[in-house]
């Protein structure tokens, strides 16, 4: 009884808990915006300019991306610029020299 009332509801339930890190990441970017643009100034020494334009396209990048994921559309290349994110932090962050959190 409990499954076929929630049967319609589970695959979006599902999608959200796949993308929930990259929503809560994105969601974070745009209150922590100066703390994102200024870690990414300091670390890398490029200026509020690039650092608020890579701020900008990794917020963008993964609030979009979520919502194509969660209403079906174009769900290959969402997927694939998710992942293009990922790439991107990790060379952006230092994520890739850090061991312990890359095999996290």
């Known amino acids: 009884q409990f499954l076929r009332v929630t049967k319609q509801y589970l695959p979006h339930v599902a999608r959200l808990c796949l993308i929930s890190t990259f929503l809560e990441d994105g969601i974070r970017m745009w209150f ?3 703390e ?3 870690y990414i100034d300091g670390t890398w020494n490029c200026g509020y300019f690039l650092a608020s334009i890579f701020v900008f396209i990794n917020l963008l990048g993964q609030l979009s991306g979520c919502i194509l994921v969660l209403s ?3 769900v290959q290349y969402a997927c694939f610029g998710l992942f293009g994110i990922i790439a991107l932090q990790t060379i952006a962050y230092s994520i890739l020299w ?3 959190f890359l095999m996290r």
Request: aromatic fraction near 16%.
């Open 72 to 74: 079906r559309n174009f």
């Open 36 to 38: 994102q643009r200024d």
């Open 32 to 34: 922590q915006w100066s």
């Open 98 to 100: 850090d061991l312990k």
